[in-house]
């Protein structure tokens, strides 16, 4: 057996040899800060992040599908996750910002309204190509968003999927660079969405008919049934003018 070969299954054995059998990643915002993207300039309007409190209560609860690092279960909260990255990414992209509830009971004050949720997640941990002693985290997730008008259009329903997406090569504490991946990865789902919703706005904006002018009401008199109405008197006219033709001569 070659010495590669042994520092590496050495490097695979040192993933599985941590203390503990579960760990809890929580919500960075100073991750989200610096992988939140904008997407063009702002579109008028407010956005509401519409979700339940089980959605937002959601905790991821997996291993990873290799052996490797698979005697730590990692604990993630997606639902926490989802709704601040959808707040954080779209008060960005919409001029009067974003807000979270749970009711669309004043849907007609929002420009959109967005229901986003986690679907799938996988990872495991692999050694680093190249490497003798780094590992990364290989991570999947599809997100599911649902976008609506005021008026209940569908504006966007997909599932938007991240593929594999490799961490950084590091020797560290890999549930910890799993959050820190997790929370990337969500962020580019995110702007995904923001992308095709602000396009589906402006289409909709485009088709929509164009207003009609209204003719401003007539103030009528009002009389009662069978009485003869009295209109006002025309405004005044000027005199008319008598053209009177030239004599003509008739030898």
């Known amino acids: 057996m070659s010495a590669g070969r042994i520092f590496r ?63 730590v279960k990692a604990n993630i909260p997606f639902g926490q ?23 669309m009971r004043n849907a007609a004050d929002y420009q959109v309204i967005i229901m986003p949720q986690i679907t799938h997640f996988n990872y495991f941990y692999r050694v680093s190509p190249g490497s003798l002693i780094q590992s990364v985290a290989d991570v999947q997730m599809k997100m599911r968003a649902k976008v609506l008008s005021p008026q209940a259009v569908v504006l966007v329903d997909r599932e938007y999927d991240s593929h594999r997406v490799l961490s950084d090569p590091t020797a560290g504490y890999m549930p910890k660079v799993l959050g820190k991946v997790a929370h990337t990865v969500l962020c580019d789902l995110m ?18 008919p164009a207003a009609r002018p209204v003719a401003p009401p007539v103030d009528t008199p009002r009389t009662a ?18 053209v009177i033709p030239d004599p003509v001569m008739v030898d």
Do not use: N, W
């Open 225 to 242: 049934p069978g009485e003869p109405r009295d209109y006002p008197p025309p405004a005044a006219l000027p005199d008319p003018v008598q």
């Open 81 to 103: 996750m989802s709704r601040e990255i959808a707040l954080k990414t779209f008060e960005g992209a919409f001029r009067q910002g974003a807000v979270a509830g749970h009711s």
């Open 191 to 208: 702007a995904d969405v923001a992308r095709d919703v602000k396009l589906a706005v402006l289409q909709q904006a485009m088709t929509a």
């Open 9 to 71: 299954m050495l490097a695979v054995a040192g993933l599985v040899a941590v203390t503990g059998c579960s760990t809890t990643v929580r919500y960075s915002p100073d991750v989200v800060a610096q992988h939140i993207q904008r997407v063009g300039a702002p579109l008028p309007g407010k956005v509401l992040v519409h979700t339940t409190p089980a959605q937002d209560a959601y905790v991821y609860g997996g291993r990873p599908s290799t052996f490797a690092g698979s005697a």
